[in-house]
């Protein structure tokens, strides 16, 4: 079996990830790993049904500076957030 390195084939570098397809008890965790694979200066743009507030707590934690947070359409219902992985 030929196991090929994944690549990032964005050409904007900016991958979308809809969190409201994702079972809640699962989020945090794919949200996590999708930003550990984000490589830098790639961009994670996250929708979401309401502003997640405890998440985004979360993740100054876990990445601090290591992750900007960048909202993009902050309505009632239609939350779009970009996460860009910096250098570090």
């Known amino acids: 079996m030929n196991h090929q390195p994944h690549q990032h084939l ?4 900016i991958y ?4 409201r397809g994702i079972a809640k008890r699962f989020r945090h ?3 996590f790993g999708a930003l550990d694979a984000l490589h830098p200066g790639e961009t994670m743009r996250f929708c979401n049904d309401h502003d997640p507030l405890p998440l985004l ?9 290591g992750v900007n947070i960048h909202y993009q359409q902050r309505d009632p ?6 996460f860009i992985k910096l250098a570090g």
């Open 29 to 31: 965790a794919a949200i």
């Open 16 to 19: 979308p990830f809809d969190a």
């Open 77 to 82: 219902g239609v939350i779009v957030i970009d």
């Open 10 to 13: 964005s050409p904007d570098a």
């Open 57 to 65: 707590d979360q993740l100054r934690q876990r990445y601090g500076q």
